[in-house]
């Protein structure tokens, strides 16, 4: 009968352990997630009386009292959506085309 209990015992800490392993996963993925955003400054998170808004892509997300709840609800809604592709970013005005002829700088000084 002993070894039966420590057989039940080494199945439950397995499953613990994969849960653990399940756990850490998601964990690293929404906060991946969350980074991405802001690196990319899509997202905004505002603190209010109540707690927590955070808004993506200008859209209003998710409000909650615990910020960790709100990125993880975010995540769980906004997870999956199609990224902007980090190409389609403005380029600025002093931007040069990969292989364009550049003007003449008119204002230089010529001696």
């Known amino acids: 009968m002993g070894t039966q209990q420590q057989g039940t015992q080494q199945q439950l800490e397995l499953v613990r352990l994969a ?3 399940r756990a850490n996963l998601d964990d690293a993925r929404v906060w991946r997630w969350y980074a991405d955003l802001m690196e990319e400054d899509r ?3 505002t603190r209010t009386r109540d707690g927590w ?3 993506i892509d200008g859209h209003h997300a998710v409000e909650d009292a615990s910020f960790d709840a709100a990125v993880r609800r975010a995540a769980d809604i906004w997870c999956d959506q199609p990224r902007l592709s980090p190409a389609l970013g403005r380029r600025s005005k002093r ?3 990969a292989g364009a002829t550049p ?3 008119w ?3 010529r001696d």
């Open 19 to 21: 849960a653990a392993v």
């Open 43 to 45: 997202i905004a998170c």
């Open 53 to 55: 808004r955070l808004t």
């Open 95 to 97: 931007a040069r085309l």
């Open 103 to 105: 003007l003449p700088d």
């Open 107 to 109: 204002h230089a000084r």
